[in-house]
T-cell receptor, first 112, second 113 residues
Framework: SQQGEEDPQALSIQEGENATMNCSYK?????LQWYRQNSGRGLVHLIL?????REKHSGRLRVTLDTSKKSSSLLITASRAADTASYFC????????????FGEGTQLTVNP | NAGVTQTPKFQVLKTGQSMTLQCAQD?????MSWYRQDPGMGLRLIHY???????DQGEVPNGYNVSRSTTEDFPLRLLSAAPSQTSVYFC????????????FGSGTRLTVV
């Protein structure tokens, strides 16, 4: 079963707009991670937020984590056509970082 | 650094054949994992390892075997291929602990006919 569930499943925006993707999970976590996958390629790690953190920034990425609601959001500001990809959240199923459980992803399309 | 290297990139098998998907990393990562990705289902964990000589089952282990004789290599063996194993397979590795993300290989696209 998938621990993380992303919302929406697909998102289409114009270049320059912000994109927000949400992730919900079911059990307690040590951290939550976001990955990007370009079509036909492997996943690329974007950002990791620990369970005791509420917000984290990396360049144009902003991640929030609400452990009371078991949810996280990924905000991409000033989007570019190159941001077109699938975005996945992942949580640690085993408690030691050894087993990640992925959601089904959000397909983001940024139109030029 | 090459990162995580998977071979082959593409493979077509006949039902009942066996094969090994290779995965190697040069980052001295303790953790290694195999996932399969099917359309609309995200990534599902097949097997994982926390170090040389230690492996364990993930969510969908049936039909697959793994071994980890060295830190660098983590091959995935399909024992008797079935059409249901048609998928894209990803290997990933990470440092041990809860503060690290995973590095993924570029994947192996497997078709079983």
């Amino acid at each position: 079963s998938q621990q993380g569930e992303e919302d929406p499943q697909a998102l289409s925006i114009q270049e320059g707009e912000n994109a927000t993707m949400n992730c919900s999970y079911k059990t307690s976590i040590n951290n939550l991670q976001w990955y990007r996958q370009n079509s036909g390629r492997g996943l690329v790690h974007l950002i990791l937020i620990r369970s005791n953190e509420r917000e984290k920034h990396s360049g144009r990425l902003r991640v929030t984590l609400d452990t009371s609601k078991k949810s996280s959001s990924l905000l991409i500001t000033a989007s570019r056509a190159a941001d077109t990809a699938s975005y996945f959240c992942a949580t640690d199923a085993g408690g030691s970082g050894s087993r990640l459980t992925f959601g089904e992803g959000t397909q983001l399309t940024v139109n030029p | 650094n090459a990162g995580v290297t998977q071979t082959p990139k593409f493979q077509v098998l006949k039902t009942g054949q066996s094969m090994t998907l290779q995965c190697a990393q040069d980052m001295n990562h303790e953790y290694m994992s195999w996932y399969r990705q099917d359309p609309g289902m995200g990534l599902r964990l097949i097997h994982y390892s926390v170090g040389a000589g230690i492996t364990d089952q993930g969510e969908v282990p049936n039909g697959y075997n793994v071994s980890r004789s060295t830190t660098e290599d983590f091959p995935l063996r399909l024992l008797s291929a079935a059409p249901s194993q048609t998928s894209v397979y990803f290997c990933a590795s990470s440092y041990a602990g809860v503060d690290y993300g995973y590095t993924f290989g570029s994947g192996t696209r497997l078709t079983v006919v």
